[in-house]
């Protein structure tokens, strides 16, 4: 037998569509608001990664570079620079950070000393010198010693070019500001303004001693045709070869410093893409909602065609073909709409984007979109599908269409429901490039809407009693208000998809301001001291004494006071612990812990925890060491640190303690509440065994407000002019401030997440009075009056409106309070403000987007009655 | 011989595991070209027996052949492909598609299997209809009458060997439903199709080359 032509399946399907408009059109709207964030933030992702690749080199402001804590060798360069290419152009840098002052104030900044060609990519621009050329570099600052700086850094210090700034222990002149700095990175928060001085004159600061953590830095331009991780690689075994110190020296290609700059904006991303989510996911119930009646309505057709000969498979092969369709067409209007938010979000993350930072649409992401929107159809109108199994062409010559119930087998049911968990699972996985975010987020996201869908059908059944007839004389009022409930009673998945859009949505809205708002209540009340105001690092052991005696003569007292001592870890249980840099990470976790290998640790000891920890596993440390019993030294692990890079309890480590050899067995693993923001360590030694190690102490002192502040900065840096402090109040503020934009932009990704819902309730609201025309009309013959019937109406959106905001709103503040719980040291406030405002809010928009939706369907004459079919 | 029904049973399952006999031993014999009634009351089995017919449901138990093969052993997939060439259906309440044109509602069965003159086929069934200058209208632009013939043209135009009919006028005023009456008894007798007719309407059934009534689940 012949097959039909190609397009004919598709054509019939296509028809349909059209000739079911109102479906479509709603569809088409609710599954587009739900892709559109997604795909806006798509893009915007796409763009951040084109834009740090092709700024990398103007980050590093080299193809290569160098780094070591000590100042380089001769030899040493010139036997790893030998592996280098010819026409290899290089130039130096040393960076460290350092508290300059004024006449009256301090603030940390970052020093950097350049020379030459610096930057070999991209321009420094300066206010009044504009951008500079390599032969100004060295005239403008080599010689006359002037300093450039940040603008910031002239408005904290109330200071004007022309003025002079004291660095160390030596005076220089501000001869400009920098406007431009490609090698600028949001990454310090702004927290330390960088200032420039010429290379040269970085000896006369007096900063360069072994008191100072200082960065030494060699920048190399090669030939353009080099392959630079070849390169790299051959000068990281030359680099292994090495011992002591040289050891030690780091090799950085452009490459992977755009991936350092990039990585806050990639934790940002990954949150926004989960919201973003959401708002799919709602997208998603309110179109299985449609299309489910669309189904049921078109039972018939599906019997006509199959009475014809169509087969079954032909027959849902066409309903496929609608949803892919539709889909594809959601997507597309989705892409649209992307396209008015896109352009939305540099302007809400400005702080963190690098200058020059311009959003565009990759072709492969309208791609993805297109794909996106086709699947997520199928896959969220699948547990509809599975019902099509009840069209029977039999009950053709019954004329009960599609009346017959259908016994679905709760398996496939189901089974149904799958491929919806395993996208959004898979979804979330790679949006938040985290397998346990991901897995978490998805499971949070079940819990809601399970939790939230029982509450529902558990109103709904409660709600009966209201439907039933009261006592007494009737009033209009109670007979809409009875026939009100009756009406969600009856249509219970509708009146629980409502509910769930709707509540779901008030749970995201009020989620982020409700944690945000306890935060900023505990920073904007200095007296509590919990969080330490100042926090001192880089104290040398010979200045603790002098330091207690002065802050004592201030009646304070340096809290929290840990050694700190640099150190490597070689091997663990006997194996070398290293990893292989080539190899770029797929996960947040995996990045975090290349991350952590790479990089020098920070040891500590003491005898007690603090109170912001406690032993999770294994025992506490013993506290003393005998070097003579030949057994190894104990050590305290933080439990996710060491789960990030995979240590045990029990495992036996060894650090090269700076040329000493020490090995360390972990014998407990510790919880540590970060947010506290006192000085903790990752890896904690039991006391006796680093105590002869070089280390620096690190302090807080805390209690102080702004002006004690600022004294108390000024005083400890004209005494001890290497200690470096932060002021750790600022520093929150200041975190708050910019997590302003993120929440900001978190928020409009939640603002969508709701405007999805109300198109929801919309299009659930229109086609709920739409299906039960003829009944309102008949209420109209028998004497009801327009007024009446709309109150009906808005009694029953009002109700799923109040509810659905309830709950919503619990359930936001059952989860914040976890949240805060867990990650925030229980800083947690009840705003009720918020919730109340969003309980009435969701109520009203409820009411008011059911009454525009029904509107005109409830104005229209009941004549209709006589003509309907 | 088209049409051979051999001690047909038919029931179905009630709510508690009780059964009900809608169709009990049921036998009958149809020629090439016949024209048959069957009449009985409301709930006697007519439409039953035509669903069976048209191997839209499967009989309890007995044997049901047309043109000399078992349609109660066909697969699914046989079935689709038997009934798509030789079997019409005229329905009480028309059936059309509400989005396709008088036109298209005829082609569409053609169209199925990729028929390349469909167009041309359908417009030679709608003129047979006598709708041929309607063909670009939609069934809700139709009277009930034309859209009964619009089903009728979209029945025949496969060429069926059977048409099965289940009250095809029951739907409509008697004027119009004689008039659509002879339409169909007209094509029936220059096609030379065989006619199997559901009716409450004597007068219809009379036209008829043979009546059957169904009483209690037989023919009597
Ligand atoms: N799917 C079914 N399940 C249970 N009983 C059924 C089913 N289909 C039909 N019946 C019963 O079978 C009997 C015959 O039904 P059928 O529709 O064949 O009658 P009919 O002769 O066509 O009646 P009418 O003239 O009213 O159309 C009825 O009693 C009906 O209730
Ligand atoms: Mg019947």
């Known amino acids: 037998m012949k097959k039909a032509s190609l397009l004919f399946w598709p054509s019939l399907a296509l028809r349909e569509l059209l000739n079911n408009r109102g479906f479509s059109v709603f569809f088409m709207i609710n599954l587009a608001l739900g892709l559109a964030g997604f795909i806006a933030l798509d893009s915007f992702k796409e763009s951040l990664d084109a834009h740090l690749g092709r700024n990398s080199q103007a980050i590093l402001g080299a193809d290569l570079a160098l780094t070591s804590f000590v100042p380089f060798e001769d030899e040493t360069i010139s036997l790893l620079e030998s592996k280098l290419p010819e026409n290899t152009r290089s130039t130096r840098k040393i960076s460290l950070f350092t508290m300059v002052s004024s006449e009256n104030q301090t603030r940390l900044i970052q020093l950097t000393g350049i020379e030459g060609e610096f930057p070999f990519y991209g321009k420094i621009v300066l206010q009044k010198g504009g951008a500079i050329s390599s032969k100004e570099l060295n005239q403008a600052l080599d010689v006359a010693g002037k300093a450039w700086v940040y603008p910031e850094l002239l408005h904290m210090l109330n200071l004007k070019i022309g003025e002079n700034i004291i660095i160390g222990e030596k005076k220089f002149l501000i001869s400009d500001t920098v406007i431009e700095d490609p090698s600028s990175s949001f990454s310090s928060f702004g927290l330390a303004p960088r200032v420039y001085l010429a290379y040269a004159n970085m000896k006369d600061t007096g900063l360069l001693t072994k008191k100072s953590r200082v960065s030494f830095q060699k920048l190399y331009h090669v030939p353009q045709e080099t392959d630079l991780d070849v390169l790299t690689a051959k000068i990281r075994v030359q680099i292994k070869s090495f011992t002591g110190s040289d050891s030690k020296i780091r090799i950085i290609n452009h490459k992977k410093a755009g991936n350092n700059i990039g990585r806050l904006m990639g934790y940002l991303n990954d949150y926004l893409g989960l919201v973003a989510m959401i708002a799919v996911f709602l997208a998603g119930i309110g179109a299985a909602y449609l299309f489910r009646n669309y189904l049921v309505q078109h039972y018939r057709e599906m019997s006509i065609m199959m009475s014809l000969g169509a087969t079954r498979q032909q027959t849902y092969n066409m309903v496929l073909w609608q949803l892919t369709m539709l889909g594809i067409a959601a997507a597309l209007l989705a892409i649209i709409l992307s396209m008015g938010i896109l352009p939305l979000l540099p302007m809400l993350l400005e702080k963190f984007l690098p200058s020059g930072f311009e959003t565009h649409s990759k072709f492969s992401s309208l791609i993805f979109a297109l794909v996106l929107g086709a699947v997520g159809s199928l896959v969220f109108c699948l547990p509809v599908l599975s019902r099509i199994r009840a069209v029977q062409p039999l009950q053709l010559f019954h004329g009960n269409i599609g009346g017959q119930a259908l016994e679905n087998p709760l398996w496939r049911q189901i089974l149904s429901y799958l491929p919806l968990l395993v996208l959004s699972w898979g979804i979330s996985v790679w949006q938040s490039h985290s397998l346990v975010i991901g897995s978490a987020f998805v499971g949070m996201l079940l819990c809601a809407v399970l939790l939230l869908g029982g509450a529902a059908w558990g109103i709904l059944v409660y709600a009966a009693k209201f439907s039933r007839k009261p006592a007494g004389s009737p009033s209009v009022w109670a007979t809409m208000k009875r026939l009100a409930f009756r009406n969600l009673q009856r249509n219970r998945s509708g009146a629980i998809s409502c509910f769930l859009a709707l509540a779901l949505g008030t749970l995201l809205i009020n989620l982020i301001p409700q944690i945000y708002q306890g935060l900023q209540e505990e920073v904007n009340r200095p007296e509590d001291h919990r969080i330490p105001s100042l926090f001192l690092f880089d104290i040398q052991p010979d200045q603790i004494a002098i330091l207690h005696k002065v802050l004592k003569k201030e009646q304070l007292k340096l809290n929290f006071v840990s050694p700190m001592v640099r150190a490597r870890l070689e091997k663990v249980n006997g194996e070398d612990f290293s990893t292989n840099q080539e190899i770029s990470p797929r996960t947040r976790e995996a990045e975090r812990e290349q991350h952590i290998r790479g990089h020098t640790l920070n040891l500590s000891y003491r005898t007690k925890l603090s109170e912001s920890e406690s032993i999770v596993a294994g025992r506490a440390l013993a506290t003393s060491f005998d070097w003579d019993a030949g057994v190894p030294a104990e050590v305290s692990l933080e439990e996710k640190y060491a789960e990030r890079i995979g240590l045990k309890l029990g495992d036996l480590l060894t650090f090269n303690v700076q040329e000493v050899i020490v090995e360390a067995k972990i014998v407990n693993l510790r919880r540590v509440k970060w947010n506290s923001f006192q000085p903790n360590f990752f890896i904690l030694f039991q006391p006796g065994v680093l105590d002869d190690a070089p280390a620096t102490f690190l302090g807080a002192l805390g209690g102080l407000d702004q002006s004690r502040r600022l004294y108390l900065q000024n005083l400890i840096v004209s005494e001890f002019p290497n200690v470096s402090v932060i002021d750790v109040t600022r520093m929150v503020q200041r975190v708050l401030k910019i997590s302003d934009q993120m929440i900001l932009a978190l928020r409009l990704m939640a603002y969508l997440s709701i405007l999805a819902g109300l198109v929801v309730v919309f299009s659930i609201a229109r086609h709920e009075v739409e299906g039960r025309l003829w009944e309102l009309n008949l209420l109209k013959v028998l004497g009801a009056k327009f007024s009446d019937i709309q109150k009906m109406i808005q009694i029953e959106f009002a109700v799923l409106g109040i509810l659905a905001g309830l709950f919503g709103v619990a359930a936001s503040l059952i989860m914040s309070y976890g949240l805060a719980w867990w990650f925030f040291e229980n800083i947690w406030k009840w705003t009720w403000e918020i919730s109340f405002i969003s309980v009435v809010g969701v109520t009203a928009l409820s009411i008011g987007v059911a009454s525009l939706a029904t509107g005109r369907t409830l104005k229209s004459s009941p004549l209709s009655l006589l003509r309907s079919s | ?220």
Request: charged share 20%; glycine share 8%; hydrophobic share 40%.
């Open chain 2, 1 to 220: 011989m088209i049409l051979n029904i051999n001690g047909l049973y038919k029931s179905f399952a009630q709510s508690d595991s009780a059964q009900i006999e809608v169709l009990k031993n049921l036998n009958l014999e149809v020629l090439e070209g016949e024209t048959v009634a069957v009449v009985g009351q409301s709930g006697s089995g007519k439409s039953t027996l035509l669903s069976l017919l048209a191997g839209l449901d499967r009989q309890s138990s007995g044997s049901l052949r047309l043109k000399d093969q078992e349609i109660s052993i066909m697969s699914e997939e046989k079935l689709t492909q038997f009934r798509a060439e030789n079997i019409g259906i005229i329905f009480q309440q028309f059936y059309l598609m509400p989005h396709l044109t008088a036109l298209e509602n005829v082609s569409l069965p053609l169209e199925m299997f990729g028929d390349e003159d469909s167009h041309l086929r359908a417009q030679e069934a709608l003129q047979q209809v006598g709708l041929a200058e309607r063909e670009n209208h939609f069934p809700h632009q139709l009277s009930g009458g034309e859209s009964q013939r619009v089903a009728i043209a979209r029945a025949v135009v496969i060429k069926p060997t059977i048409l099965l009919a289940d009250e095809p006028t029951g739907n409509l005023d008697n004027a119009t439903g004689v008039q659509v009456a002879n339409l169909l008894f007209e094509l029936v007798e220059t096609t030379g199709m065989t006619l199997l007719l559901v009716t409450h309407n004597t007068e219809l059934a009379e036209r008829c080359s043979r009546q059957l009534t169904l009483h209690s689940g037989t023919f009597q």
